[in-house]
């Protein structure tokens, strides 16, 4: 769950931990939907000063990261992320939702 944390809040994210149909779920944005999309989206990620993980929980198909990221100019950012798998052995993420 960290290091999926970690991939989000820094844009840098290997295709293979995503499903080829997952979605995220953002607060502010529309639904990205598919692989490429996500990976799209994540390219544009502001690369953080440093990022604090509070908590990184799994439990079977579902898991969770929490915490701080820090950008360049000091602003700091709480995040959540919620990710659905797409088995058991959480290889690949089928859903995320993010809230900030």
């Known amino acids: 769950?960290?290091?999926i944390a970690i991939a989000l809040e820094?844009?840098?994210a290997s295709a293979e931990i995503f499903d080829p149909e997952v979605t995220w779920t953002r607060i502010s944005t529309e639904t990205?939907?598919?692989q490429a999309a996500v990976l799209?989206?994540?390219?544009?990620?502001?690369?953080?000063m440093s990022i604090m993980v509070e908590h990184a929980i799994?439990?079977?198909?579902?898991?969770?990261?929490?915490?701080?990221?820090?950008?360049?100019?000091?602003?700091?950012?709480?995040?959540?992320h919620v990710f659905e798998f797409n088995n058991g052995k959480a290889r690949s993420v089928v859903s995320i939702k993010t809230y900030m």
């Open 1 to 3: 769950m960290q290091d």
């Open 58 to 80: 799994a439990h079977g198909k579902v898991g969770m990261a929490s915490g701080e990221r820090t950008l360049s100019d000091g602003l700091k950012r709480p995040f959540c």
């Open 32 to 34: 990205v939907k598919g």
């Open 10 to 12: 820094t844009g840098v």
């Open 40 to 48: 799209q989206a994540l390219s544009s990620t502001r690369l953080p």
